[in-house]
């Protein structure tokens, strides 16, 4: 079984009308509790809704029990790359005034309760998009809205937590849209939009087989950008 990229965007809200009426972003289960995918549908009792709260059932587990009602967007799932393919999620949630990132993993039976990938700043932090190596270690790219214009970023999951963020674009790019590729373990490729058409940078990171959260400063000084 190959590892799936699911990612909910926006563009599937055109597709609600032809969906059922209740909003779900869920982990399905087999008869013995494993998992063996995702649920996605959208609701329009209300109008568009990009998921909407539901209760657990013998076969589904919600990924956000309280749905779109604070305002989350649509989150991006990918899958594990190793035995189970169990997915992580991340997706921007309202944090008083603007949009943080915020986490679950799937651990075997539920989500892990939902987790800030950073902390706090003034800003969005948008469209998250992951990619797994061949481990099973989720690497990040997104951007921000910061004041001088649209910045991306990058991070990589250690062993409970995400690394303090790097940023890749340069202080004179605005930018957004960001998506990212992996061609190895240590090497990303990170491409973005800006005013004047895609960009793209190619980050290398160490090797990745002793990550621990306490390796956080090490790792983030070794990995080089070009």
Do not use: C
């Amino acid at each position: 079984m190959k590892p799936r990229n699911l990612i909910i965007g926006f563009a599937l809200i055109a597709l609600a009308v032809s969906l059922p009426a209740l909003g779900e972003v869920s982990a399905r289960l087999n008869e013995d509790g494993d998992y063996v995918g995702m649920t996605f549908r959208i609701g329009v009792t209300n109008g568009y809704r990009i998921w909407a709260s539901a209760a657990p059932t013998f076969n589904r587990r919600p990924l956000n029990p309280t749905g779109d009602l604070l305002g989350d967007l649509s989150p991006t799932v990918v899958e594990s790359t190793v035995d189970g393919h169990w997915p992580v999620a991340v997706w921007s949630h309202p944090n008083g005034g603007d949009y943080d990132l915020v986490f679950s993993r799937w651990t075997g039976r539920s989500w892990t309760p939902m987790s800030f990938v950073e902390q706090d700043n003034p800003y969005n932090d948008l469209d998250p998009r992951i990619s797994m190596n061949s481990e099973g270690r989720p690497y990040m790219a997104w951007y921000r809205t910061e004041a001088t214009g649209g910045v991306v970023y990058f991070s990589i999951f250690l062993q409970s937590r995400w690394m303090t963020p790097i940023r890749v674009t340069g202080t004179s790019v605005d930018a957004s849209s960001p998506q990212l590729v992996l061609s190895s373990d240590t090497r990303a490729v990170v491409t973005y939009m800006t005013p004047t058409g895609a960009q793209s940078r190619i980050l290398t990171i160490p090797n990745t087989d002793s990550i621990t959260d306490d390796i956080d400063p090490k790792i983030r000084t070794q990995i080089t950008i070009n």
